[in-house]
């Protein structure tokens, strides 16, 4: 199978992500800082180049599928195809592979063209919590705003459900949000904002700075606005008591299709997310029907018992469905990468004493297998569907043969752009052949 990146374009138009029995284990890395630095700051190689589109014979398509483990998506397929009146909406939970979002951007984007645009659906305030944020979309704050990201040390505000909570200094500030009209095109009808404090709309322009009609209606945990027009860019002016966390913004079309939420941070663990404890009951308002989860990666770094990841797994499992019971969960295996390690080299010369040097090198990181198969493992005995992405993208050994054929950025655990077009593909033809089933 061999497309350009046109043709899969194209091709989305035609069609109209991370098992055996797992044991309990310990690891430790033998590198001082467990590559935290590129795993929580990421740079992807190779956003402006211009390339053609492969699958590599390596991809196991034939287990690109989810394994259902019992789960029952029959209700899940039949409020798919109500669509066209209700939207169906998607959540999809993770790291850094899903905070740039150029996977899941694609994925998005595939499905919303075979079920419809609901809209462009939660966006957070990543780059004011001073991250990267993705490209579709802009959320600037005016004047000076303090914020806190998922895996600092500790959190001076409330930490909202998506991994990021951000405060104006002032008590009355604005902030702007707006969507991409390079590619495809998103406007937005309706906008809710999820907060804690008070939080008093008191105007709206767009981006002339002409005067948008509105409706507000607060509720405990977020805002509610109606829009009179569709926008693509609206400045957002409020007031507060000066106790105002704001967490994300949901952008809707007020129109049937399908929402693909993401909520991703650098660094996550089940763990992290865990800590949080409230996100179960902060993705209800948006009705999902599929939870989307896909982690694993950090935990390959440092120490861990895989059954203390299972445990982790069933609390942020649980926590999802005592808020969301009509929701299924689907959980994504990592797979394979790399870690960086260090080897001593002594200099050269005649010297008694040579100099030694510390040699960055690159090893297959053994703990990914392990926590691959104990997401399996989990999935199977708790009925819960399971992607197993380790196996799709090409199981053992793999991260050589993407690093190879330039699917790998050069800090080894995260993709190029290319392949994160890879993957938001594959995962689209997955999800599509579970929703058809």
Not at 343 to 368: F, P
Request: aromatic share 10%.
């Amino acid at each position: 199978m061999n497309l350009s990146l046109p043709s899969l374009t194209l091709l989305a138009a035609m069609c109209a992500f991370i098992n055996t029995h797992a044991q309990s284990a310990s690891f430790s890395s033998d590198t001082g800082d467990n590559d935290i630095e590129v795993r929580e700051n990421p740079v992807i190689d190779g956003l402006d180049e211009n390339f053609d589109f492969n699958v590599p014979p390596f991809i196991r398509e034939k287990h690109n599928q989810i394994d259902f483990n019992g789960a029952d998506w029959t209700s899940l397929r039949a409020r798919l195809e109500n669509a066209e009146t209700i939207p169906f909406t998607i959540v999809h939970i993770g790291d850094s592979h899903i905070q740039a979002d150029y996977a899941t951007g694609d994925t998005r984007n595939y499905l919303q063209f075979d079920y419809g645009d609901a809209g462009r659906g939660l966006i957070t305030p990543l780059r004011i919590s001073g991250t990267n944020q993705p490209t579709d979309y802009t959320f600037t704050g005016t004047g000076s705003w303090s914020g806190v990201k998922l895996m600092s040390q500790s959190w001076p505000r409330t930490m909202g459900f998506t991994g990021t909570s951000v405060s104006p200094s002032a008590s009355t500030s604005s902030f702007t949000i707006a969507t991409s009209e390079k590619d495809d095109y998103k406007p937005f009808a309706s906008v809710t904002v999820f907060h804690k404090g008070q939080f008093f709309v008191t105007s709206i322009t767009d981006s002339d700075g002409h005067l948008i009609p509105f409706v507000s209606k607060p509720s405990q945990d977020y805002t509610h606005i109606s829009l009179v027009n569709e926008v693509t860019s609206a400045k957002i002016n409020f007031d507060s008591a000066g106790d105002l966390t704001i967490f994300g913004v949901n952008l809707s079309g007020n129109r049937p299709g399908l929402f693909y939420h993401t909520i991703g941070n650098n660094g996550a663990t089940y763990d992290t997310y865990n800590r949080i404890g409230s996100v179960g009951s902060g993705i209800a308002p948006l009705y999902p029907d599929l939870v989307i989860i896909s982690l694993g990666t950090n935990e390959a770094f440092g120490r861990l018992d895989t059954l203390a990841l299972m445990k982790s797994i069933d609390r942020f499992v649980d926590n999802i469905r005592k808020y969301n019971s009509e929701a299924q969960i689907l959980l994504v295996t990592p797979m394979e990468c790399q870690r960086s390690t260090y080897t001593s080299v002594k200099g050269k010369g005649k010297r008694r004493r040579r100099s030694t040097q510390r040699v960055k090198t690159y090893k297959i990181n053994t703990n990914i297998e392990p926590i691959r198969n104990a997401i399996k493992k989990y999935g199977k005995e708790h009925h819960v569907a399971v992607y197993d992405w380790y196996q799709v993208a090409g199981g053992d050994n793999a991260s050589t043969k993407w690093i190879n054929d330039g699917l790998f950025s050069h800090d080894r655990v995260h993709h190029s752009h290319k392949g994160y077009k890879l993957q938001g593909f594959l995962l689209y033809q997955a999800l599509r052949k579970a929703f058809t089933e």
